[in-house]
Every structure is written in structure tokens, then in C-alpha cells.
């Protein structure tokens, strides 16, 4: 596929990055000739010099062939021109970064299809969306619905006294229609096989059927509290968002940030949340507004080492559970080696939601796991002769790679190797990133 990325910031570097390593012809504009220049040095894509929503230029670039046009500026009033411009020249299908939760009104998607925008994406809110669920979901350390909700993915830390360790996968007894489908030990991932087992301190990945899943997750939960009063420090996007979805959840919720505007306009939209002016960093404010009796501390500020020293702090006073927002991806394991609960990237999160629109044919849907170190992938069963009618032993399917579910009709089963692939079927298949590109082959349409 073409694709046509307008802004090399962080975002789109990242994209360029991952949608180039994965052999699609990628062109780059921007107006920044020192980001360009770092993109041209650092990546195997095209650069153009230039605005990417003048109509006229794109018509005049590489671009003007693109099939996709992902536009990621800083500026919502560009990306959405850019979009429009895209359409204007033929390109089939765009992508916007928009973060301005104006244009996210109720008359949004007739909004966006007047500007040619196909997808909005808003990285601070998708980030917001994806801390809720964890917290609302105590045990977890992610959670993640795929196949329309029909199929969930759970990640927990299997801890030493764990009835699931130390016995072969083949062997472990689970409840219907759930499977271990990852298994992340000291950084490195594992797609398992049956004679692998879990060890303490592992992080799982549970899939199944939705509410087989979230019937199981209850045994790890009730070993800890429930997670009712939460303490977030920052309130720049994420935070905000992630006040509001929190509050009308009914959680407790205090927000601290050293930034008096911004808790002002907070506090004027929270309702019964509490936003308090201070350094996140100050110990007695800390303990002061209860960092001690706190469930859970979400660190959300624009510093990644001041949220992983506050994320610290937090554990030191004995707060059951940390999250921590990044920018750059490379700390994430360094933060869950420390000792931080959870760590998200919105960048990472983002690329997630791109990707299911880059994906071609029978890609349908793709998650990112642990910092994009594998994927489970959404794949639709259609013409392919050596897959349609065949049991799952008989399949050549690419190494490191696992069938998790099967979607057959409404219907979700866990495999088995006598398990028949039908034409029609979404199978969700888990996937570590080097064999991303084999497992889209592997299952692509043949006739």
C-alpha cells in the first residue's frame, strides 16, 4: 500500500517507522525541513518538503497516488484541510489526529464526512479510554475487546501463589473457552506451546470469549481491593478526559497539577471529582490529599522520568497500583522493571488504531502488545483453498505464532488441533512482530 503520512513529529516518525519496516511504500511531508531531514536520514520512506494541505501541492508530489493519507500535525484545523485536500485529488481513503473534543460533537461523523475525514483519532482520549478499563477492571494490567466485543484479551501478573504455575499449559486446567495466548518473562515474549508453563511474576495474556473472561479475571481480583479512589497527577488531555470518565464511573477521584488554568477549567466540568493546584513532586501534598489511602496513582504529566519518579513515590507509600503515560516507547520495559504496574504509550495505542486501517483484505482488526513486541491480529477466513474445510493440526501456520479464537458466526470456541477453519470464520491469531508479515501471507485470500 501507499500511504501518504502529512507531519514527521513523534506520531507521525512513528508511523512512518513501523508502516515502512512493514514493506509499504511510504511518502512524508513536511514543513519542518530539520523534521524532514530527520526522517530522510533515520527511515527507508520518501520525503517531501511542503504543505500537505494545499491541494495543489499534494497533486504535484508522490503522494497523488497514495491509497491512504494519514495526517498528524500538530494542528486539527490542518490534518482536517489536509484530509479534505486528499479527497479533493483522489486519494481513497484518510486518517486525522483530532484532538479538539469540539469537533467530536454528536453530528461528528456527518462532520468528518463533509471534510473526507474516513477516521478521527484523538490519542489523548483513546489513552484515557484504555487506563479506565484497567482501572475498572482491578486485576488487570490491560484489557482489550476484539471481534466486536465478542472476544476479550486480559493481561494479568501471575504471583507466587498461583494454583497456574509450574504445570505444562498442556496439562493446566482453565475454564471453557478461554486460552493463554502470551506469556511476557523478564521482557521477552512468548507465543506458547503446551509444554511451556507459567512461572511467578510472568504477565499473561488471558483470550476467550468476553464473558468467559471476565467471569475468570474475578479470582485474581478478589485478592485485592477494589480500586475506588484513584489520585491522577496531571491534567493536561489524557488527564482530563480521564477525570470525567472516572467520575461518571463513580469513582473517587483527585487531580493534581501545578498548572492553575488548567485546574481551573477542570474543576469548572468534574462535577463531584476534586482538582487540587500543586507540584505533583511535593511529598506533603502528597500525603496530605491521602496518596496513602489511594487504589490506584496515574502519572500523566509531559516528563516520563518525573512520572516514573512519582509512580515510585506512590509505591513507596503503598499505593496498590501504578500507571504511568510515556512519550518515548523505549522506557516502557525499563518502568516495568522498576516496579510500575502498568505503562502506556500513546503513541503505541494510536499506531494500534492506524494499523487496522493499513492492514489489507482480511485484516480486519490489530492490537498492539507490550510495546508492540506481537500483535493479535483480526484475520477473516475467505478464499483461501488450503485453510477453508482444514483442522487446525494440519495448517503450516508460521512459527511463534497461535489461533487464540475462532469466531464462527456468533459464536466463539477456543481451538483445538482438531478444530475445523470454515470459510467466513475471524480467527483472532497472537504473533510476535517478526512474523507479522508471514502470518498476513500465511492467511491472505487465494483462489
Given amino acids: 500500500m501507499r500511504v501518504a503520512i502529512v507531519g514527521a513529529g513523534k506520531l507521525g516518525f512513528s508511523l512512518a517507522d513501523?508502516?515502512?519496516?512493514?514493506?509499504?511504500?511510504?511518502?512524508?511531508?513536511?514543513?519542518?525541513?530539520?523534521?524532514?531531514?530527520?526522517?530522510?536520514?533515520?527511515?527507508?520512506?520518501?520525503?517531501?518538503?511542503?504543505?500537505?494541505?494545499?491541494?495543489?501541492?499534494?497533486?504535484?508530489?508522490?503522494?497523488?497516488?497514495?491509497?491512504?493519507?494519514?495526517?498528524?500535525?500538530?494542528?486539527?484545523?490542518?490534518?482536517?484541510?489536509?484530509c479534505m485536500a486528499a479527497k479533493k485529488i483522489g486519494i481513497r481513503q484518510t486518517i486525522a489526529r483530532v484532538r479538539n473534543q469540539e469537533y467530536a460533537g454528536p453530528d461528528r461523523f456527518t462532520f468528518n464526512e463533509s471534510l473526507g475525514i474516513d477516521l478521527a483519532i484523538n490519542p489523548e482520549m483513546t489513552t484515557a479510554v484504555e487506563i479506565s478499563r484497567i482501572l475498572l477492571t482491578p486485576a488487570a494490567l490491560a484489557v482489550e475487546d476484539l471481534a466486536d466485543g465478542k472476544?476479550?484479551?486480559?493481561?494479568?501478573?501471575?504471583?507466587?501463589?498461583?494454583?497456574?504455575?509450574?504445570?505444562?499449559?498442556?496439562?493446566?486446567?482453565?475454564?471453557?473457552?478461554?486460552?493463554?495466548?502470551?506469556?511476557?518473562?523478564?521482557?521477552?515474549?512468548?507465543?506458547?506451546?503446551?509444554e511451556d508453563f507459567l512461572c511467578p511474576q510472568d504477565n499473561v495474556f488471558f483470550v476467550g470469549e468476553a464473558g468467559a473472561i471476565e467471569k475468570f479475571g474475578t479470582q485474581f481480583a478478589n485478592k485485592r481491593s477494589k480500586l475506588e479512589r484513584i489520585m491522577i497527577i496531571g491534567a493536561g488531555r489524557i488527564g482530563r478526559h480521564l477525570a470525567k470518565i472516572l467520575v461518571k464511573a463513580g469513582l473517587s477521584v483527585k487531580v493534581i497539577d501545578k498548572n492553575r488554568e488548567r485546574c481551573r477549567e477542570l474543576a469548572d466540568r468534574l462535577g463531584k471529582g476534586l482538582?487540587?493546584?500543586?507540584?505533583?513532586?511535593?511529598?506533603?501534598?502528597?500525603i496530605e490529599e491521602g496518596v496513602r489511602e489511594a487504589d490506584a496513582v496515574v502519572c500523566l504529566t509531559d516528563d516520563d522520568k518525573l512520572n516514573l519518579l512519582l509512580a515510585l513515590l506512590a509505591k513507596n507509600?503503598?499505593?496498590?497500583?501504578?500507571?504511568?503515560?510515556?512519550?518515548?516507547?523505549?522506557?516502557?520495559?525499563?518502568?516495568?522493571k522498576v516496579g510500575v504496574d502498568v505503562v502506556l504509550s500513546p503513541r503505541l495505542l494510536t499506531a494500534g488504531v492506524i494499523l487496522r486501517q493499513v492492514r489489507r483484505g482480511n485484516i480486519v482488526g490489530v492490537t498492539l502488545l507490550e510495546g508492540a513486541k506481537a500483535e493479535a491480529m483480526e484475520i477473516l477466513i475467505s478464499d483461501n483453498r488450503q485453510i477453508d474445510g482444514q483442522k487446525l493440526k494440519d495448517l503450516?501456520?508460521?512459527?511463534?505464532?497461535?489461533?487464540?479464537?475462532?469466531?464462527?458466526?456468533?459464536?466463539?470456541?477456543?481451538?483445538?488441533?482438531?478444530?475445523?477453519?470454515?470459510?467466513?470464520?475471524?480467527?483472532?491469531?497472537?504473533?510476535?512482530?517478526?512474523?507479522?508479515k508471514k502470518v498476513e501471507k500465511y492467511f491472505e485470500s487465494r483462489s
Avoid at 498461583?162 to 511476557?184: D, F, M, Q, Y
Avoid at 479464537?405 to 456468533?410: D, L, R, V
Avoid at 488441533?417 to 510476535?432: K, M, P
Fill in 317 to 336: 507509600f503503598g499505593t496498590q497500583k501504578t500507571i504511568v503515560r510515556v512519550g518515548r516507547s523505549d522506557y516502557m520495559s525499563l518502568m516495568g
Fill in 18 to 82: 513501523r508502516l515502512a519496516k512493514e514493506e509499504h511504500e511510504v511518502i512524508v511531508i513536511e514543513q519542518d525541513e530539520d523534521r524532514r531531514l530527520t526522517a530522510q536520514k533515520s527511515l527507508d520512506v520518501i520525503t517531501v518538503l511542503g504543505n500537505g494541505a494545499n491541494p495543489q501541492f499534494l497533486s504535484s508530489t508522490e503522494a497523488r497516488n497514495a491509497d491512504l493519507l494519514i495526517a498528524v500535525t500538530d494542528s486539527d484545523e490542518v490534518n482536517m484541510i489536509a
Fill in 396 to 436: 503450516n501456520i508460521p512459527p511463534n505464532s497461535l489461533v487464540g479464537t475462532i469466531i464462527h458466526g456468533e459464536e466463539v470456541r477456543v481451538p483445538h488441533g482438531e478444530t475445523i477453519l470454515h470459510r467466513g470464520d475471524r480467527i483472532v491469531v497472537f504473533t510476535l512482530a517478526d512474523m507479522v
Fill in 151 to 194: 472476544v476479550r484479551l486480559l493481561e494479568v501478573k501471575i504471583g507466587p501463589e498461583s494454583e497456574l504455575v509450574n504445570i505444562p499449559l498442556l496439562k493446566l486446567t482453565l475454564p471453557p473457552n478461554i486460552l493463554v495466548a502470551g506469556i511476557l518473562r523478564q521482557n521477552i515474549m512468548i507465543i506458547p506451546q503446551g
Fill in 275 to 286: 482538582v487540587l493546584c500543586g507540584e505533583g513532586t511535593d511529598v506533603d501534598l502528597l
